[in-house]
Each structure stands twice: as structure tokens, then as C-alpha cells.
């Protein structure tokens, strides 16, 4: 069966510090991958995409950096967090055009 | 620019009542439309996909609705339980960027003992 892992599933980090959050599909190959940030009270947010490996699309302009370095593998990075980069953190994929896009349980970043 | 609207923000029902949580999204070109539930501090569970070209979908107690003409779906949930506490979203995916989606911000719900 197709599951979605990710981890850790909650950091605490303080401001300036390095981030990375990993996220790993399983039973699937090729998936459409997708990191979004829901902040509290508010709608989720694109972050970044990823169609295959080494492709990155990103949709907003932050010191955030996204890669995919394997078919499955999707990985959210920082070299200096902020203080507005805290939040909830989800990563999604898709296998196909009529597949649901499914979700993984989330991390929850709290930078202090 | 694809937007997606859900009214009300919060809804607060006494068990067994049937009710419907709605979607409205502007542009009508979509591929398909998705609900998703989203219990506190956790991530999103997909609930239905409606494709473009269908009119309903139907799991249990959940029958999802779709009209692209008027940019609309709802979610219709019968028979209402305190375990479907939790907030419901929507999110379209457009025909002309098959690799995003658009969210609306969702309903929290409350089923009342």
C-alpha cells in the first residue's frame, strides 16, 4: 500500500539555526511532491513542488530551499531559520491526474 | 487567479443533525475537486475526489456535490457525530496548472453530545 512518512513531527529551533524536514513516500513511483505551511488560523501555503528528481519549483521567494534528491524522497531545508518561519509543515503527493492528493501527518516547527 | 471560499468558518451542530458545508471556488476550469478532514495537530485525510466531469460522490455518511457552472460543492454530512468534529477543507485543482491546488481555509465543525 502507498503511505507517506514524515519526520520529525515536531522541532523546536532557535532563530538562526539550520532546518531540515524530511519526507518519504512509499509503494509508488514517480509521485508529484508538494511542501505546504499552514500558519495558525489560515489556509495552507505552497511552498514548493517537485514533478521529478532535481526538479524544484518553488511559489514564494523565502530562505526556504526544497530538494529531491530520490524518486520518493522530498526534503525542506534552511540554513537560518526566522522567527516567521514557525509553523505546521506538510508534505503531500500525487501519483496520477485522477489519484487524491494525500497528506502526511505534519511537522510542527516552533522557532524561538 | 483561481480562488476558494468556504462559509462558514465554524459550525456547531447538536449530534444527529444532518448538515452541509459548503465550497465556492471562481474559475470553473477545474480537473477535479477534493474534501479533506483535518483533526487538531494533525495533517490532512482525504475524504472524496469529484472529478470534473461527475456530479457526486459517496462514502458512507459523507455525499460530496459538485457544480462547476456555478462554482460550487458541498459536503453533506448525515447523521452527524461527535467523531466528525474537526475541520473540513476543499481544494480544486485547475485545468490550466495541472500541479497545483487551490485550498479554501475550511470549515470547523463541532458535533455537540
Not at chain 1, 1 to 15: D, E, K, M
Not at chain 2, 58 to 63: A, D, F, K, P, Q
Request: aromatic share 10%; glycine share 8%; hydrophobic share 35%.
Amino acid at each position: 500500500s502507498q503511505t507517506i512518512h514524515q519526520w520529525p513531527a515536531t522541532l523546536v529551533q532557535p532563530v538562526g539555526s539550520p532546518l531540515s524536514l524530511e519526507c518519504t513516500v512509499e509503494g509508488t513511483s514517480n509521485p508529484n511532491l508538494y511542501w505546504y505551511r499552514q500558519a495558525a488560523g489560515r489556509g495552507l501555503q505552497l511552498l514548493f513542488y517537485s514533478v521529478g528528481i532535481g526538479q524544484i519549483s518553488s511559489e514564494v521567494p523565502q530562505n526556504l530551499s526544497a530538494s529531491r534528491p530520490q524518486d520518493r524522497q522530498f526534503i525542506l531545508s534552511s540554513k537560518k531559520l526566522l522567527l516567521s518561519d514557525s509553523g505546521f509543515y506538510l508534505c503531500a503527493w500525487i501519483s496520477g491526474g485522477n489519484s487524491p492528493l494525500h497528506f502526511g501527518n505534519g511537522t510542527r516547527l516552533t522557532v524561538t | 487567479k483561481q480562488e476558494v471560499t468556504q462559509i462558514p468558518a465554524a459550525l456547531s451542530v447538536p449530534e444527529g443533525e444532518n448538515l452541509v458545508l459548503n465550497c465556492s471556488f471562481t474559475d470553473s476550469a477545474i480537473y477535479n475537486l477534493q474534501w479533506f478532514r483535518q483533526d487538531p495537530g494533525k495533517g490532512l485525510t482525504s475524504l472524496l475526489l469529484i472529478q470534473s466531469s461527475q456530479r457526486e460522490q459517496t462514502s458512507g455518511r459523507l455525499n460530496a456535490s459538485l457544480d462547476k457552472s456555478s462554482g460550487r460543492s458541498t459536503l453533506y454530512i448525515a447523521a452527524s457525530q461527535p467523531g466528525d468534529s474537526a475541520t473540513y477543507l476543499c481544494a480544486v485543482r485547475p485545468m490550466d496548472n495541472f500541479n497545483k491546488f487551490y485550498f479554501g481555509s475550511g470549515t470547523k465543525l463541532n458535533v455537540k453530545p
